[in-house]
């Protein structure tokens, strides 16, 4: 690893927890819920469809909160994020929402987290809206903090991650579907959290 200091930047849903809005499907029953960033590009395009489809069904912000409640993360994640802590400092970029994740960050030892927010109307935990933090965050927040001298790496799965990888001095792809690493072949793919840790070992320094 080289002098300048280094921040690891990981996608949290697919990376270090399962996806949220998956496992809401599988208790609903309601197989359009199953749509991620994997399947559509477009984020407001997909935000848009999902809303649509929890008021046409009754489904509230309770109903994700009891979904989650019944969730860990990712077999292993826990102990990657303890391995790489020492040796970078970790933000989480994530397009989901902090009602939705926090109980799943705790369980991961609190990492930072930049993620957006929703609109909800607290008398019937009706979600009214999404709230981006900003557009474009993921790649923003690399910007930034290159700008402030550090190292980026970025680590990520779906079509939402790209723009991060893209702008980190190293992106990586963690687990992702064919389709998107037929469409961009240059990014280094890893299947597991043990292959991910020997090729930042490797290509990067870290210590075994």
Same mark, same amino acid.
Request: charged fraction near 30%.
């Given at each position: 690893?080289?002098?300048?200091?280094?921040?690891?930047?990981?996608?949290?849903?697919?990376?270090?927890?399962?996806?949220?809005?998956?496992?809401?499907?599988?208790?609903?029953?309601?197989?359009?819920?199953?749509?991620?960033?994997?399947?559509? !590009? /477009?984020?407001?395009?997909?935000?848009?469809?999902? +809303?649509?489809? $929890?008021?046409?069904?009754?489904?509230?912000?309770? =109903?994700?909160?009891?979904?989650?409640?019944?969730?860990?993360?990712?077999?292993?994640?826990?102990?990657?994020?303890?391995?790489?802590?020492?040796?970078?400092?970790?933000?989480?970029?994530?397009?989901?929402?902090?009602?939705?994740?926090?109980?799943?960050?705790?369980?991961?030892?609190?990492?930072?987290?930049?993620?957006?927010?929703?609109?909800?109307?607290?008398?019937?935990?009706?979600?009214?809206?999404?709230?981006?933090?900003? !557009? /474009?965050?993921?790649?923003?927040?690399?910007?930034? +903090?290159?700008? $402030?001298?550090?190292?980026?790496?970025?680590?990520? =799965?779906?079509?939402?991650?790209?723009?991060?990888?893209?702008?980190?001095?190293?992106?990586?792809?963690?687990?992702?579907?064919?389709?998107?690493?037929?469409?961009?072949?240059?990014?280094?793919?890893?299947?597991?959290?043990?292959?991910?840790?020997?090729?930042?070992?490797?290509?990067?320094?870290?210590?075994?």
């Amino acid at each position: 690893m080289n002098d300048q200091m280094t921040i690891a930047c990981l996608d949290l849903e697919g990376v270090l927890i399962p996806e949220i809005w998956i496992n809401l499907a599988e208790k609903t029953g309601i197989d359009d819920l199953r749509l991620t960033t994997r399947d559509i !590009a /477009d984020y407001d395009e997909l935000m848009t469809k999902r +809303l649509e489809i $929890l008021d046409a069904n009754g489904l509230t912000l309770k =109903d994700f909160q009891e979904v989650v409640a019944t969730m860990d993360p990712l077999d292993g994640a826990k102990e990657f994020l303890d391995w790489l802590q020492p040796q970078a400092e970790v933000i989480i970029l994530s397009d989901t929402f902090r009602e939705f994740a926090m109980p799943l960050i705790a369980k991961l030892g609190h990492p930072t987290m930049f993620c957006h927010s929703l609109s909800v109307d607290y008398e019937t935990y009706r979600i009214k809206d999404y709230v981006l933090r900003q !557009a /474009d965050q993921k790649r923003k927040a690399v910007i930034a +903090l290159k700008s $402030l001298n550090f190292r980026v790496i970025s680590m990520g =799965d779906s079509y939402n991650d790209l723009s991060m990888l893209e702008e980190a001095h190293s992106g990586i792809f963690f687990k992702p579907t064919k389709k998107i690493t037929e469409e961009y072949p240059d990014y280094p793919v890893m299947e597991d959290y043990e292959s991910l840790q020997r090729h930042l070992c490797e290509a990067h320094g870290f210590r075994p």
